[in-house]
């Protein structure tokens, strides 16, 4: 990777920043799905008259048609609609996730890989245990220490993603700091949270985004995995996989599995593109 | 045996150890902090059906009165001496409740594990063999798909296609052959991304090197270049990525078990949640631990032995392939 040691040196090639923006067409495809994805998080009713919660007995286990797109469950409600109106709890949930793994993780990182010594020992330590315990186990007894809740299960996917953050930002940060440009900054007479700010934290960040955009799409994996096993909120809760996990009964009418499994995959394949197509532009 | 593979070897130990034992240390912590008193709610349970002087005998018994520090003293000693306690619950030791099961989560890990080598090489050598212009784009995007699906999802589809549509194996017999390949199926897909991810990237370097132009320029084929030159080289940091998807393996058994309805450490895992059986959950998840760092341990300690590029200076390992970039790599972080 290269080194941004300023604003001005970014601009400089304004030719090759917009080269870097030129997006292949499975990165728009992407960038689309996540942008209706994240407005049905928004605005669920917009994007259906159906309710999510009261259904019509009459019209239960219906096949996907084009009155319900996803077809109806047992109770005849319209699973295109629950999938939607479970959106925002499944992308929010994802979305605080990696929002405790970047600051928890970062800021160990950052620390450690800036302060060196003791403290560097100390956290490696902290980090070596967070990755020996199994991630999954880490969630599943997090969660079951703090609650069977969405929210929670966010939580625990977040603690679970703390170690990683941690590492690649430590390495960013130790690269960074045997740069030449700040050793310059040292010369000519940078305090160390001044260069810290200034010139460690933006570098390291750019590889921290394309990480955080994976493990936003991991997160939703994680999250799904939680509520399969019913560690999220109850029904009529309609988490993606809550949603999941109640179709699994229904095999025999399967759009109730597929419909809310076709989106999730979905979403995470777009996700995980974007981030593939971040790094490469890096 | 260098002087130097020894010194290297006793500090990965050393350090091996260490983490053992702060993980263990973890978990209690994460364990003890539980809201609310499950303990006492199991115990005062009216339907287990304990008198006053019972309970009082079991919380003696297992030491629940005592200083939290006490006991986690206690608990850490009796895990370095084999003892894991007794199971809340059923009032049997942990390590009999574990023993019970542990044979079916191996087969079905080992299972998957075998699955997900085999799908990861069949993936990976085929980008070197199928042209771009029939379908070795396909190849290279089945690692990202395999990330993107849930393994649940994959178990459901199977159970569905194969159990339902075409009668190949029944639900209700889950330790039957059939049953117990399609479970391993279900955790094998998301492990075999990672390590084809890693295989893919290392035999593209691989044959950007000096070596592999010389050999091509010698007229030698696709195949023999692959087979003489590709293969070894790119194959073997392979051994450390598999190391660190023993975790996966072990996390993702939990969810095949429940949704081929298999008995193994994760429907104990499953039971002791929801029972709130905090010793069995201690146990398990710092035996998981356990493993995860002596498979790494072993891997650390073989992979100098088997590659001759790795060369160890001053207690580290250093390596002129990018065997960090590997290790994160299986960790998703960076796919090269």
């Given at each position: ?5 300023n ?18 067409a ?6 689309l ?22 259904g ?6 219906l ?51 800036f302060?060196?010594?003791?403290v ?33 299960a ?43 700010w200034?010139?460690?934290?933006p ?13 936003f ?10 509520a ?47 981030s ?7 | ?21 702060l ?28 008198t ?17 520090i006490?006991?986690?003293w206690?608990?850490l ?13 059923s ?5 009999t ?72 194996f ?16 279900a ?19 691989e ?34 990525v ?6 996966e ?7 095949t ?7 193994g ?11 709130q ?15 995860f ?7 650390d ?9 790795v060369?160890?200076?001053?207690g580290?390992?250093?390596?002129p ?16």
């Amino acid at each position: 990777m290269s080194f941004v040691s300023n604003a001005r040196s970014r601009s400089l090639g304004s030719g090759g920043l917009l080269a870097g923006f030129h997006v292949p067409a499975t990165v728009a495809l992407s960038l689309l799905i996540v942008a209706i994805v994240l407005a049905w998080s928004v605005l669920p009713g917009l994007f259906t008259s159906y309710s999510p919660v009261v259904g019509v007995p009459a019209d239960k286990l219906l096949g996907p048609s084009a009155l319900h797109w996803f077809g109806t469950d047992h109770l005849g409600r319209d699973v295109y609609a629950r999938v939607v109106y479970g959106t925002a709890s499944s992308v929010s949930s994802a979305l605080i996730a990696v929002v405790i793994g970047v600051v928890v993780g970062g800021l160990i990182g950052l620390i450690s890989g800036f302060l060196g010594g003791w403290v560097d020992v100390v956290f490696a330590r902290l980090v070596d245990v967070l990755l020996a315990i199994p991630k999954f186990l880490l969630a599943v007894i997090v969660v079951t220490a703090i609650g069977f809740e969405t929210i929670n299960a966010a939580i625990a996917t977040g603690v679970s993603a703390v170690a990683i953050f941690a590492r690649v930002t430590r390495a960013e940060v130790i690269k960074t700091r045997q740069a030449t440009f700040v050793e310059a900054a040292y010369l000519s007479g940078g305090s160390r949270w001044f260069i810290l700010w200034r010139h460690v934290l933006p570098n390291a960040s750019r590889s921290v985004l394309p990480l955080a955009v994976l493990q936003f799409g991991e997160s939703i994996l994680v999250i799904a995995s939680l509520a399969f096993l019913g560690y999220g909120d109850p029904p009529p809760a309609s988490d993606w996989g809550l949603l999941i996990s109640i179709g699994k009964d229904y095999l025999k009418w399967p759009w109730l599995v597929y419909a809310p499994a076709f989106v999730t995959i979905l979403t995470v394949l777009s996700v995980n593109r974007i981030s593939r197509w971040l790094r490469k532009t890096d | 045996m260098s002087n130097a593979y020894l010194t290297y070897a006793a500090k990965r130990l050393g350090q091996a150890v260490v983490v053992i034992l702060l993980a263990y240390i973890f978990t209690f912590v994460v364990v003890s902090i539980l809201p609310g008193d499950p303990v006492t709610s199991v115990l005062r349970n009216p339907q287990n059906g304990f008198t006053e002087e019972e309970i009082a005998e079991i919380i003696a018994a297992q030491g629940l009165d005592k200083p939290i520090i006490v006991q986690l003293w206690n608990a850490l000693s009796g895990f370095l001496t084999g003892d894991l306690g007794m199971s809340m619950r059923s009032n049997r030791p942990v390590s009999t409740l574990i023993a019970e099961v542990l044979p079916s989560t191996l087969i079905l890990a080992s299972a998957g594990l075998a699955v997900a080598l085999v799908l990861a090489m069949l993936v990976a050598y085929g980008t070197r063999f199928v042209p771009k212009k029939y379908g070795q784009g396909l190849l290279r995007g089945f690692p990202s798909l395999f990330l993107s699906v849930p393994n649940f999802v994959i178990g459901l589809m199977l159970i569905h296609i194969f159990g339902f549509q075409l009668g190949l194996f029944r639900v209700i017999n889950p330790d039957s052959f059939w049953a117990t390949l399609f479970a391993a199926i279900a955790l094998g897909i998301p492990v075999s991304a990672q390590i084809a991810e890693v295989l893919i990237a290392n035999l593209d370097r691989e044959a950007e090197q000096e070596y592999a132009a010389v050999a091509r320029s010698r007229g030698i084929g696709q195949a023999r270049l692959f087979a003489t030159h590709l293969l070894k080289p790119a194959s073997l940091p392979v051994v450390t990525v598999v190391a660190l998807t023993i975790g996966e393996l072990l996390g993702g058994s939990l969810i095949t078990e429940t949704v081929f309805g298999r008995t193994g450490i994760g429907s104990l895992v499953q039971r002791s949640v929801s029972t709130q059986d905090l010793p069995v959950l201690q146990a398990v998840v710092s035996l998981g631990a356990v493993v995860f760092v002596l498979v790494n341990l072993i891997a650390d300690l073989l992979y100098p032995l088997l590659d001759p590029r790795v060369k160890i200076i001053g207690g580290r390992k250093r390596s002129p392939t990018t065997a960090d970039e590997t290790a994160i790599g299986a960790t998703k972080a960076v796919t090269p």
